[in-house]
C-alpha cells in the first residue's frame, strides 16, 4: 500500500523539502527524555496500530505469512508491513534474507522480482510464489529480516524525523503510518512532500510551532494524498484513529485506545 517511489526513502527523510531550525537546548533536552514510539512497549501499539489497517487484525505477528495481490497496481503485497513485488521493498527484504540465508525458498525468485520491479506483473512468480512466501515465514532468519526491514526504511526513518521536528509519540506514529502507505520521494504524495504541505501551514514545536496544530496539519495533507489515488480514498485510518488520538490530547499514545478502522472497531487496553 505505497507508492513506487517507495525506495527512495534511504537516507533521505532527514532532507527534506523545509529545513528545520536548530531547538532550544531547553526542547532538545526534552525531547532526547522524553519516551517514543521506539520505546518498546510504544512500538507494540505501532505495529497494532498498523496491523488494524493494514490487515484487520490487531495480531501483528500473524503477517509475516500474509500475501495476496489487493490490485493496487503495485503486484503482490506481503508481509507485516506489506512490502510489494513491485515497490522494490519486496526486493530488497529477499536479497537481505538471501544474503543471510543463500539458497533458502525464495532465492530462486530474486531475477523474477528484479524483472517485476516497477510494474504489477506476476511474471516469474506465479504460480507457488505465494505459498513459498508462507513457507519461508516459518523461518526465523525470515521473519527477522522482515523485522530488520521494516526498521531501517520506514520504523526508524520515521521516528528520527519524528524526535528532530518535536513531536511526541502521537506525530512520530502519524509520520511512519504516513511512509507505509505512501514511501517517500519526489512524487507529490510522498511522505516528504506531505509533510512538506504542513509545514506550508503550520510548524512544529521544533520551530517553534503548537504541536497539535501542526499535527491536524499534517494529517489534513495526509488526507489529501490519500484522495489521490483510489485505492488509498477510504480515509478511516486516519479519520477514526489517528485523529480520534488527537482531539483526545493523547500524544503519547496511551492506553486504553480505542479507534475505528474500515468500519471495524478495536481497542487496545
Same mark, same amino acid.
Given at each position: 500500500m505505497k507508492h513506487l517511489s517507495r525506495r527512495a526513502l534511504l537516507g533521505l527523510i532527514g532532507a527534506s523539502a523545509v529545513t528545520v531550525p536548530l531547538r532550544t537546548s531547553e526542547a532538545t533536552a526534552a525531547c532526547a527524555t522524553a519516551v517514543g514510539l521506539d520505546d518498546p512497549a510504544k512500538?507494540?501499539?505501532?505495529?497494532?496500530l498498523v496491523s488494524s489497517a493494514? +490487515?484487520?487484525s490487531l495480531d501483528w505477528k500473524a503477517q509475516y505469512k500474509y500475501i495476496e495481490d489487493i490490485g493496487d497496481g503495485r503486484g503482490y503485497t506481503a508481509g507485516i508491513i506489506g512490502f510489494c513485488s513491485g515497490t522494490g521493498d519486496m526486493l530488497d527484504l529477499v536479497e537481505l534474507y538471501t544474503d543471510r540465508k543463500p539458497g533458502n525458498v $525464495? &532465492?530462486?525468485? $530474486? @531475477?523474477? $522480482?528484479?524483472? *517485476?520491479?516497477?510494474s504489477d506483473s506476476h511474471a516469474g512468480l506465479d504460480p507457488n510464489f505465494p505459498g513459498d512466501? %508462507? %513457507? &519461508?515465514?516459518?523461518?526465523?532468519? #525470515?521473519?527477522r529480516a522482515q523485522d530488520d526491514e521494516r526498521d531501517r526504511v520506514y520504523f526508524n526513518p520515521a521516528v528520527r524525523q519524528g524526535k528532530t521536528d518535536g513531536l511526541r509519540v502521537l506525530g512520530q506514529f502519524a509520520y511512519y503510518d504516513?511512509? *507505509?502507505?505512501? !514511501?517517500? !520521494? !519526489?512524487?507529490? /504524495?510522498? #511522505?516528504r +512532500?506531505?509533510? !512538506?504541505?504542513a509545514l506550508n501551514r503550520a510548524r512544529p @514545536?521544533?520551530?517553534?510551532?503548537?504541536? *497539535? /496544530?501542526?499535527?491536524n496539519a499534517f494529517l489534513d495533507a495526509r488526507v489529501w494524498a490519500m484522495k489521490q489515488e483510489e485505492a488509498h480514498s477510504d480515509t478511516s485510518r486516519v479519520d477514526t484513529a489517528q485523529r480520534v488520538f488527537l482531539r483526545k490530547g493523547n500524544l503519547n499514545l496511551d492506553p486504553p485506545l480505542d479507534w475505528k478502522v474500515y468500519g471495524d472497531s478495536y481497542h487496545i487496553g
Open positions: 512500538k507494540e501499539i505501532a505495529m497494532q493494514e +490487515n484487520s $525464495l &532465492a530462486r525468485y $530474486l @531475477p523474477a $522480482l528484479r524483472q *517485476v520491479d516497477g512466501w %508462507r %513457507r &519461508a515465514a516459518q523461518d526465523a532468519e #525470515f521473519r504516513a511512509i *507505509v502507505m505512501h !514511501g517517500d !520521494g !519526489g512524487d507529490p /504524495t510522498s #511522505f +512532500n506531505i509533510r !512538506g504541505r @514545536p521544533a520551530q517553534g510551532g503548537d504541536e *497539535v /496544530t501542526y499535527l
